[in-house]
């Protein structure tokens, strides 16, 4: 057991004020956030306003706040430097997050009260580096991704004077905490100046060429196919062939499944780790809310009862957030081949946002609804406090705003619908009225393809693998299915309308459609066609028209 005198906080990523308020709501002892310009996310949506707004809603919750400062500068970005850190310093902030040494130097000069945290962009992977930064000042020092379980509690008990911060949830970069370069390479887009292009996610075949240089292709036809495999050997490790799984779609070969520490969560809690780090400042209120919430409980169950602590009912929770399958990264020393998503690279889950409670009035919820719902489908109310959560199946759907019931709710606007306590005959309203709070999650089930299903079995395999509980054969013929219902979706994806040529009559009146324009029988539908809006159908008995 460590040493450390305190428990281990929850740090909740904060990419805008609403998810830093969600992150809040459902239990993190402390949120990061930044500006655009300086955080390495071009994409927050943070104003220095939100920021300070945001640190006021915080600590008034007694949650701690840290601000990004973890660029890797250039010339152009020092001159923004003496207006962030005056801002910086008025608002207060618990600590402040550095990578380039140069900035660490100019804040500690400038503003010698603000606690500087160094960023896992600094790539520290030793207690050396640690010790290192803190005889130069630094309070707190995030590990690079790449040190091992082992490595980490060397690091504890080596340096037990500074807090250690590691990250335990979130996406994986393949690179070497973050210093990637393929962004500026394939896009232009510096990795490290918060515009990562995701480069490691797209989707990319091999080719081979010749040593005289030229380039060929090689046709794989059902006849050949099977006579070819194909490796990559490494310089340091001859004989140790990498095969190169792709298809004819092609391969997500640098694509890497989502950390999740879960299951030897409480390893680190044994060592004492003093903050562990969820990843996402660019993902949904929904993966703010519900992954804080289980980290939370998990890691208050395992304080009050550490022998009888399991994994198993966090895991169910984060299986309700979309990802792209979940690792254990380095955990064990070095990644395995099931660290990796070489066939899609989407985030997947049969659990989808449904909305957020915005307003609890006296008799009712008032609902946002963030994704369609039809009428039969079951949400799901996950209050922020309690581990009690409410389900109902939807009959009708009430317009907040004008009292109109319909069948179906679509988001594209951002509905509001309302919620009457009589509909819940189970639950006690003062329940309902204490415990459901504003921005409380609200999730429904999702309609899954049979691929995104296959997606999510050979996902499970994956993940008992790393815990040694899984079987690789199996995995193979998981994998297969998954290939084989990828293959099928393209098969059957077909446009509502013909594309080419004279199948049958689309009810589009296209011109190139002489049939349509010149038939008689067509008469009534191109008088019809002619009072209606360019590219509206023609509809009979609420089918397409088609041509006999």
Not at 122 to 143: M, R, Y
Not at 417 to 426: A, K, N, T, V, W
Request: glycine share 6%; with cysteine.
């Amino acid at each position: 057991m460590s040493d450390q005198p305190h428990r281990s906080e929850l740090l909740m990523p904060a990419g805008s004020l609403e998810k830093l308020k969600v992150a809040v709501l459902y239990g993190a002892d402390a949120v990061y956030m930044g500006t655009p310009d300086l955080s390495l996310r071009v994409k927050s949506q943070m104003s220095l306003d939100d920021v300070v707004e945001g640190i006021g809603f915080a600590h008034e919750n007694g949650v701690r706040v840290y601000l990004t400062l973890n660029l890797f500068s250039h010339n152009k970005d020092i001159d923004k430097l003496p207006e962030y850190v005056d801002t910086v310093r008025k608002v207060k902030p618990d600590g402040l997050i550095v990578a380039d040494p140069g900035v660490f130097m100019f804040v500690r000069e400038h503003a010698p009260e603000l606690d500087l945290h160094v960023s896992t962009q600094a790539n520290v992977c030793s207690w050396q580096s640690v010790k290192f930064w803190q005889s130069i000042g630094a309070k707190l020092v995030v590990l690079g991704r790449e040190v091992s379980y082992e490595e980490l509690t060397e690091i504890r008990a080596k340096c037990q004077d500074i807090k250690i911060e590691a990250f335990v949830h979130g996406s994986m970069c393949m690179t070497y905490s973050g210093r990637c370069l393929l962004s500026n390479f394939m896009a232009e887009r510096g990795a490290n100046q918060g515009a990562c292009a995701n480069s490691c996610r797209w989707k990319y075949k091999v080719h081979m060429k010749l040593k005289d240089g030229t380039v060929k292709e090689l046709h794989l036809t059902e006849e050949n196919l099977e006579m070819f495999d194909f490796f990559l050997e490494e310089e340091m490790r001859p004989g140790e062939l990498m095969e190169i799984q792709e298809d004819e779609r092609g391969s997500y070969i640098l694509n890497s499944r989502d950390l999740c520490i879960m299951p030897k969560l409480e390893d680190y809690l044994k060592i004492g780790v003093d903050s562990l780090k969820v990843e996402g400042r660019g993902k949904s209120p929904y993966y703010a809310g519900l992954v804080a919430r289980a980290y939370r409980m998990a890691i208050d169950d395992w304080y009050e009862d550490p022998e009888n602590w399991s994994a198993e009912p966090y895991m169910k929770e984060l299986a309700t957030i979309p990802n792209r399958g979940y690792t254990l990264a380095f955990h064990d020393g070095r990644l395995t081949n099931y660290a990796h998503g070489y066939d899609t690279n989407v985030n997947v889950a049969d659990w989808e946002f449904a909305g957020v409670i915005e307003e609890v009035q006296d008799d009712a919820f008032i609902m946002t609804v963030k994704n369609r719902m039809l009428v039969g489908d079951v949400i799901e109310i996950v209050p922020p406090r309690s581990r009690q959560t409410v389900f109902i199946r939807m009959y009708e759907f009430i317009d907040a705003k004008t009292g109109n019931i319909g069948e179906a709710v679509h988001a594209n606007t951002q509905p509001r619908i309302r919620l009457p306590f009589s509909l819940f005959e189970q639950e006690d309203p003062e329940f309902l009225r204490t415990e459901i709070l504003p921005m409380t999650i609200v999730r429904k089930e999702k309609a899954l393809s049979e691929d995104e299903w296959q997606r999510l079995k050979l996902d499970q395999e994956a993940h008992r693998i790393e815990m040694g509980k899984g079987n690789e054969e199996r995995y193979d013929v998981k994998r297969e299915a998954l290939q084989t219902a990828l293959d099928d979706r393209q098969k059957e994806r077909t446009f509502r309308t013909p594309r080419v040529g004279t199948k049958g009559c689309c009810g589009r009146g296209c011109n190139g459609c002489l049939i349509f324009w010149h038939d008689e029988s067509y008469a009534k539908a191109r008088e019809i066609l002619a009072k209606r809006k360019q590219g509206e159908m023609l509809e009979s008995d609420g089918k397409t028209i088609a041509a006999e």
